[in-house]
C-alpha cells in the first residue's frame, strides 16, 4: 500500500543540529496504576495480562524494577526477588486515554508529533529554529506539562539530530532523564554502552557484528556503510550506518496499516472450554472489523494460528475471492480451514486443552472508497449496514449501545489489547480520537473492576475475580518497529 500521509522526512544527508525530541514514558503502565490508585504509589508493583501463576509482568514499577523485576519475568521468579510485589491487571482504556493526553501535550507545541508506541513519541523540530531557541527548557516545560496533569507519570527525554539517536538518549537516563546527544558528545555517550543496549540489537544482531570485529557501538558507528553492509546484508547496514552518523531513517509515521492483529492468551482454565474458545475467536475477528470500519478497510487475507502449550502451532492463511470486512465471515473463512483440516481427525482436535494463544492477522487491504461491487449480490446493503451500526455506536459513545446477534452471547469477553497497532487508531485529527472506542472500558458498566492483591505466596484466585484475559502487547506482525518497548 502506498504511503499517502504527509510524513516523509527520512534524509541521507546528516543534519548536525539536535532538533529532534524523543519522548518515553517511564514504566508506563505501572505508572498510570499508580498515578490513579494512589496507594500503589512508591510501592512495587507488577502489571500483569491476566492474573495466574504463570503470569508474566509486562510492566514494574520503578520499585519493583530495583528489586531486578524486568519486563517479562513470569511471576514466581518476580517473587524470588520482590516477595512483598503487588500486582494487578491491566487496563487498556485509561493507558490509552493518557496516551492521547500527552500526544496532546506534545502537538501543543509542535505539528510534528508521530507517535511511536503507547509510550513513546518523536517531535521533530526542525521547522521550528525560530520558534524555539532552546529545545531543553522546551523538555522541561514538556515534563511539566505532563506533571500538571499526571503528577505521578515520569518521562525520559532524548534530544538528538536524528531520531534513533534521540531515542538512545532515552535509554541512557531512566526515570525522568533528559539528555541531548550532540555531534561533539556521541561518542562520549556510545563509549558507555554495549551493543544491546541500542535499540534494535539484539543477540542475532550483536553476534553478526562480532564476527566482523564491531564489538561495541562505539565502533559500530566509526565502521563504514560499505562495511555495515555487509555484516547486515544490503541496505539494512546502510541505515544503521545513517543512524549513528546523525543521517535520518526512522522519521516516518505509517499511518496506513499494512497487516492488523488481534491476539489472545488464555488461561488453562479458558482453553478448557471449547464455548470460549470460539467465543474468543469472534472477539479476535470483531475487534479487526472494529478496525477495518474506522480505517475504512477490506482485506483480502486473513491468518489464523493456534498455539499450544508445548510449543507447537497451528496456522491457517486464507486468499479470499472478494475483500471481507465483516467479522462473520472473517469467522467463517477461518471455520472452514479448521474444518476442512479437523475431517478424518478427531473433531476439536484444534481447539483442544492445551491451546495457549489464538491469534487473528488479516492484510492485504482494499480502500473502501475503491471497492467494487458485483451486481448480483447484496454485500452493498451489508456493508452500509455495518457503517451505520458502527456510526449509532460513535453517536452514543458506547460500543455496546448497538450490537450483532453474534456479540451478545458474551459481550464482554475481550479485554482488548494494547497493541501498537491501535496507536495508529488513537491519531487526534481536530481534536477528535479517529478510533473513541479504543477509550473505552470494556468492563461491564457499573461492575467496577475489582483488584486482586496478593503478596507472597499467591492464593487461589477468588471464583468472583475478573475473568483472565490477555492480549499481546507486542507490535504488528512484520512491523519494522519493533524494537519499541512498552516499557
Ligand atoms: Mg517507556
Known sequence: ??????????????????????????????????????????????????????????????????????????????????????????????????????????????????????????CNFHSYTLVYKDLTSLAYQIKADIAAKYDYLKCSIGIAPN??????????????????????????????????????????????????????????????????????????????????????????????????SATRTLSRRQSQDRQQLE??????CTRLEQRMVKGGLFCKEVTFAIRYRDGTKWEAAVKMPDPVQDANELRGYIQERIAHFESGRSPGCLFNPGTTNLTVVVQSFVKDSVMQYSLFDNRLKKDVLRKVVYEIKDMYDQKNIVRRGNELFSPFVMKDAIGFGSVKDMIVKDG??????????????????????????PPP??????????EYAGPDYNDVDNYHTSD
Open 1 to 122: 500500500m502506498k504511503h499517502t500521509g504527509d510524513y516523509f522526512r527520512n534524509s541521507t544527508v546528516a543534519r548536525l543540529e539536535p532538533l529532534v525530541m524523543y519522548i518515553d514514558m517511564n514504566s508506563y503502565f505501572a505508572s498510570c496504576e499508580q498515578q490513579r490508585h494512589p496507594e500503589l504509589r512508591g510501592k512495587p508493583l507488577g502489571v500483569l495480562t491476566y492474573d495466574g501463576p504463570n503470569a508474566a509482568v509486562i510492566a514494574a514499577s520503578v520499585e519493583a524494577k530495583r528489586m531486578g523485576v524486568k519486563t517479562g519475568m513470569r511471576l514466581g521468579d518476580c517473587r524470588v526477588l520482590c516477595p512483598d510485589m503487588i500486582t494487578i491487571t491491566t487496563h487498556p482504556a485509561w493507558y490509552r486515554q493518557i496516551h492521547v493526553d500527552i500526544m496532546n501535550i506534545l502537538r501543543s507545541y509542535c505539528d510534528d508529533v508521530i507517535p511511536k508506541s503507547i509510550d513513546e513519541a518523536v
Open 163 to 260: 531520531s534513533f539517536l534521540a531515542k538512545v538518549g532515552t535509554e541512557l537516563q531512566k526515570p525522568d532523564g533528559l539528555v541531548i546527544i550532540t555531534p561533539d558528545n556521541i561518542d562520549e555517550h556510545l563509549a558507555k554502552m554495549k551493543l544491546q543496549d541500542l535499540p534494535g540489537i539484539a543477540s542475532a544482531n550483536e553476534q553478526r557484528l562480532r564476527k566482523s570485529g564491531i564489538n561495541s557501538p562505539l565502533e559500530m558507528r566509526h565502521s563504514s556503510a560499505a562495511v555495515l553492509r555487509k555484516v547486515f546484508g544490503g541496505v539494512v547496514g546502510e541505515y544503521w550506518h545513517r543512524r549513528l552518523n546523525f543521517g535520518e531513517v526512522d522519521m516516518y509515521n505509517r499511518a496506513e496499516n499494512r497487516t492488523m
Open 279 to 284: 467465543s474468543m475467536l469472534i472477539a479476535l
Open 432 to 457: 477528535q480520537v479517529k478510533n473513541k472506542h479504543l477509550l473505552e472500558d470494556d468492563e461491564a458498566p457499573g461492575e467496577p473492576r475489582k483488584i486482586v492483591i496478593r503478596r507472597r505466596e
Open 461 to 470: 484466585l477468588p471464583k468472583d475475580a475478573d475473568e483472565v484475559y490477555y
